[in-house]
């Protein structure tokens, strides 16, 4: 699994955009990019994943440059419930360990 | 996406004793699951990776004789703490994948208090 970096804690407001970038310099050809939320004292949810350029559901974006060592998840116009601590995984499900995730804070 | 099932959610049990926690893909066949804990303010920690009729490889540094997993069926996997100790006292999760699947699904988590 190539190792992730992502900054350790966000501040943001209610309705801004948030967009937390993760770095992964030796991501492998076949590795996917995957992001996940977690609230406290629960399991992590699956947001969104991505393998290049961009993706989007109904809750998030995810931009992969053309290089594909890092990525950024956007989160549009978030509430005090998007809160929550958000990792970022590279590789498969085959290999699923976790670096310290960004701890995002929303306030009012 | 697909539903991963956790029992119990929580439990307290006596030092000493043994305590097992289940993990069930509802909706889908497992044909791997994880098992982590987690401490507080800290991020998910691999303990083993289980494919459905092998045995779990474990990471470097987890008991595997105290840590039991067994990954009998496509659906369930069980994570049993054997001689628990207040120092086992922590957030265990399972997660799940399928075949083809690009992501696993996790459970809603197990607290464990050894008390």
């Known amino acids: 699994l190539a190792k992730t970096t992502q900054p350790i804690s966000m501040d943001s407001y209610e309705g801004q955009e948030v967009n937390i970038t993760c770095s992964h310099n030796?991501?492998?050809?076949?590795?996917?990019i995957t992001w996940y939320q977690q609230f406290p004292s629960q399991g992590p949810r699956f947001i969104i994943q991505g393998y290049k350029t961009k993706v989007t559901n109904e809750v998030a974006s995810l931009f992969i440059p053309a290089d594909r060592k890092s990525s950024t998840l956007s989160l549009p116009r978030v509430s005090l419930s998007d809160t929550a601590v958000y990792y970022c995984?590279?590789?498969?499900?085959?290999?699923?360990?976790f670096g310290a995730g960004t701890r995002l804070t929303v306030k009012p | 996406g697909a539903v991963v099932s956790q029992h119990p959610s929580r439990v307290i049990c006596k030092s000493g004793t043994s305590v097992k926690i289940e993990c069930r893909s509802l909706?889908?066949?497992?044909?791997?699951m994880f098992w982590y804990r987690q401490f507080p303010k800290k991020s998910l920690m691999l303990m083993a990776t289980?494919?459905?009729?092998?045995?779990?490889?474990?990471e470097q540094g987890v008991e595997k004789d105290k840590f039991l997993i067994n990954h009998a069926s496509l659906t369930l996997s069980t994570l049993t703490v054997t001689s628990a100790h207040p120092e086992d006292s922590s957030f265990y999760i399972c997660?799940?994948?399928?075949?083809?699947?690009?992501?696993?699904?996790f459970g809603q988590g197990t607290r464990l208090t050894v008390v």
């Open positions: 997660s799940a994948g399928g075949e083809g699947f690009t992501e696993a699904f």
């Open positions: 995984l590279v590789g498969d499900f085959n290999d699923m360990r």
């Open positions: 030796n991501i492998a050809t076949n590795d996917y």
């Open positions: 909706d889908f066949q497992a044909t791997t």
């Open positions: 289980s494919n459905e009729g092998s045995k779990a490889t474990y």
